[in-house]
């Protein structure tokens, strides 16, 4: 997230340029064959994702807000995800790796130069911010289809064990206890940019309850597999045992079995063993529910976990952050010599998830942990809109989704810090799989 003190052109320079790197970095390793990759569900060839951060950037910042013509002539029959299926993707004619850098280079160029020739409006700081935030989402839509393809791991989130140990060994997974009450779901008017369907922050009643401390880990989702747990039609609802049916779905998508209770997982091109303490990851929405019904529990809502994450009964209000005021820290190049945080796993730092027991300086005042990173966490609601819901200028973002996909709070640990804050609401499908998508359960 950017702080209000540090909108300045300059920081929004910085944001696109990183996000740019980023994204170019995701597929420097990449073939020309795997940029194309094979036609499949849930994922776009590699050489579209590029593309279309181009295209987007150049749409909203130099077309819409200087009404310049195109660039890439026909970009908008290839690049505009809401009126291009996802289907017909790998049937255009693609411009070449080089030639998509080049148009990348180009309109990024462009986007600068108009940065830096003035100081920004408040409408044209709205539009610098969604460029880099929507190719922060891409980084990571395109780091899901390396996992699904079974690509290389990208140099850039090479595997760190070492960063954030387990250093509570005596931590066991437990419920916390929230006592409930008043509480003001949503973003806060302050917020110096968020997506519309966070507005605004609006009065709700919370009952008591009790979170898991922790999402559940790959040790407590695998004793629900060796248990028979996707079989067991008695922890399914009936849309997800059809969708467990018509996938023959009987474990984790990137599960590898090993022997009889042993199991292993696929990361990007390699199988390494199963971490038990680190969360269970690559789950979709129905797997959560089905654990759950088998454990005895349910998925939390949305005003349980934010309220879980955020509020300080102790000074009766709502944080910022789940450990105080103080937003992550962004990359290494950003940080600007500022220690990286030791609140939250972000920034493709780590490489892959961390151990549940690690970063107990990020617990939120209720004593849940890694609310933020690590793993996106499923909750109970649909997508919904808030009270007195208006559409932002990408009016494709969130409207045409409300009513069809089920909610993720908290980000992962290739999420952008500058992205990521607790109302923050992320949507998907309920079967989608392939997404760095964990949960924690709440009592029933």
């Not at 980023?22 to 390793?29: K, N, P, R, S, Y």
């Not at 699904?148 to 250093?167: I, K």
């Not at 971490?275 to 129905?286: F, G, Q, R, T």
Request: with cysteine.
């Amino acid at each position: 997230m950017i702080e209000p003190r540090a909108v300045t052109a300059d920081t929004l320079t910085d944001a696109l340029i990183d996000a740019r790197s980023v994204e170019l970095g995701l597929i420097d390793a990449l073939t020309d064959d795997e940029l194309l990759g094979p036609r499949g569900h849930f994922v776009e060839p590699p050489i579209w994702e590029i593309g279309h951060v181009g295209w987007f950037q150049e749409y909203w910042i130099l077309r819409r807000l200087d009404g310049a013509d195109s660039i890439l002539p026909g970009s908008d029959s290839v690049y505009d995800a809401f009126h291009v299926s996802y289907k017909e993707r790998w049937d255009h004619a693609f411009p070449s790796r080089k030639e998509t850098i080049a148009y990348l280079s180009d309109v990024l160029r462009r986007s600068v130069a108009r940065i830096q020739s003035r100081p920004p409006t408040v409408e044209e700081t709205y539009f610098y911010t969604l460029a880099a935030l929507h190719e922060d989402m891409h980084a990571e839509s395109l780091m899901m289809i390396l996992q699904t393809h079974g690509y290389q791991r990208p140099v850039l989130c090479q595997f760190d064990s070492a960063w954030a140990p387990a250093v509570d060994l005596a931590f066991r997974p437990h419920d916390v206890h929230v006592p409930g009450g008043p509480f003001l779901l949503g973003a806060d008017s302050h917020e110096p940019f968020v997506f519309d369907n966070e507005k605004w922050a609006h009065a709700v009643d919370v009952k008591p309850f009790r979170i898991s401390a922790t999402p559940v880990t790959n040790a407590e989702f695998q004793a629900f597999v060796d248990d028979d747990g996707y079989r067991s039609r008695e922890c399914w609802s009936r849309r997800g045992w059809n969708w467990r049916r018509r996938e023959g779905a009987e474990h984790p998508v990137f599960w590898v079995r090993e022997g009889s209770g042993h199991w292993q997982v696929r990361q990007f091109d390699g199988i390494v063993p199963i971490e038990p303490w680190h969360p269970v990851v690559h789950v979709n929405w129905y797997e959560a529910e089905a654990f759950c019904r088998w454990a005895g529990r349910r998925l939390p809502t949305e005003a349980e976990w934010e309220m879980a994450a955020t509020f300080d009964f102790a000074a009766g209000s709502k944080r910022r952050f789940p450990w105080g005021e103080e937003p992550p820290v962004d990359s290494p190049r950003l940080a600007q010599n500022r220690p990286l945080t030791a609140h939250a796993s972000l920034d493709y730092r780590a490489g892959g998830t961390i151990d549940v027991r690690a970063l107990p300086e990020g617990d939120s005042p209720s004593g849940c942990r890694q609310m933020i990173g690590n793993v996106w966490e499923w909750v109970a609601d649909t997508f919904s809109p808030y009270p007195g819901f208006v559409c932002d200028p990408y009016a494709e973002y969130s409207q045409p989704y409300f009513g069809e996909k089920k909610v993720l709070r908290g980000g992962s640990w290739m999420t952008r810090s500058r992205l990521i804050r607790p109302t923050y609401r992320n949507f998907f499908k309920h079967q989608r799989r392939n997404i760095p998508a964990g949960f924690r359960t709440a009592a029933r």
